[in-house]
């Protein structure tokens, strides 16, 4: 089975920041990445699929990139409603296997 | 509207055996793929299981022999049965709709199931 690695587990940065998260495949999975924000005690919520396409209604602040084993989720300004875990989820077939995820705090 | 509501969380033994249901409103739940991810608590996401439109249906190793995804079209909801509970199977379940893809556009609110003696 494919394994998705996310770095870091963790991070704090400040307000205005930018954040990257990076996604790794253990194979190659073209552009079948999707992400996922959840808040604390929240439901996951999508954010990008196909890599790159930003989910209706989400802010243009996120954006993702990559192709094939290697992806990244971009924070261009980071905001204090960001504050969340991130995970990355691949889906080019079974099984839809997520990230660990990155947990996102406020410095 | 999209909505998806879920119901049959419990604390049950282990051995034990539980259904869960997932009642989907504003789209077909035969016409989509339709997942079951859990969440233990204070950790990540599962991936447990899918249903395709065409019945296909897939499962995790960990929940495999022991978990069934199934779909009643006439009531437009998706159920999780679990049979041999075990206490790592201890999480939060949620169902999820993916529309045209394997991503999960939306998710119901969640349920928890305890295994615990």
């Known amino acids: 089975d494919i394994q998705m690695t996310q770095s870091p587990s963790s991070l704090s940065a400040s307000v205005g920041d930018r954040v990257t998260i990076t996604c790794r495949a253990s194979?190659?999975?073209?552009?079948?990445l999707a992400w996922y924000q959840q808040k604390p005690g929240k439901v996951p919520k999508l954010l990008i699929y196909a890599a790159s396409t930003l989910q209706s209604g989400v802010p243009s602040r996120f954006s993702g990139s990559g192709s094939g084993t290697d992806f990244t989720l971009t924070i261009s300004s980071l905001q204090p409603e960001d504050v969340a875990t991130y995970y990355c989820?691949?889906?080019?077939?079974?099984?839809?296997?997520f990230g660990q995820g990155t947990k996102v705090e406020i410095k | 509207e999209v909505q998806l509501v879920q119901t049959g969380g419990d604390l049950i033994q282990p051995g034990g055996s539980l259904r869960l249901s997932c009642a989907a409103s504003g789209f077909t739940v035969g016409s989509n793929y339709m997942h079951w991810v859990r969440q233990a608590p204070g950790k990540g996401l599962e991936w447990v299981s899918l249903i395709y439109s065409g019945g296909g249906t897939y499962y995790a190793d960990s929940v495999k022999g022991r978990f069934t995804i199934s779909r009643d079209n006439s009531k437009n909801t998706l159920y999780l049965q679990m049979n041999s509970l075990r206490a790592e199977d201890t999480a939060v379940y949620f169902c999820?709709?993916?529309f045209g893809s394997g991503y999960s556009d939306y998710w119901g609110q969640g349920t928890l199931v305890t295994v615990s003696s």
């Open positions: 999820a709709v993916g």
């Open positions: 989820q691949k889906y080019n077939g079974a099984p839809w296997t």
């Open positions: 194979q190659g999975i073209t552009n079948y």
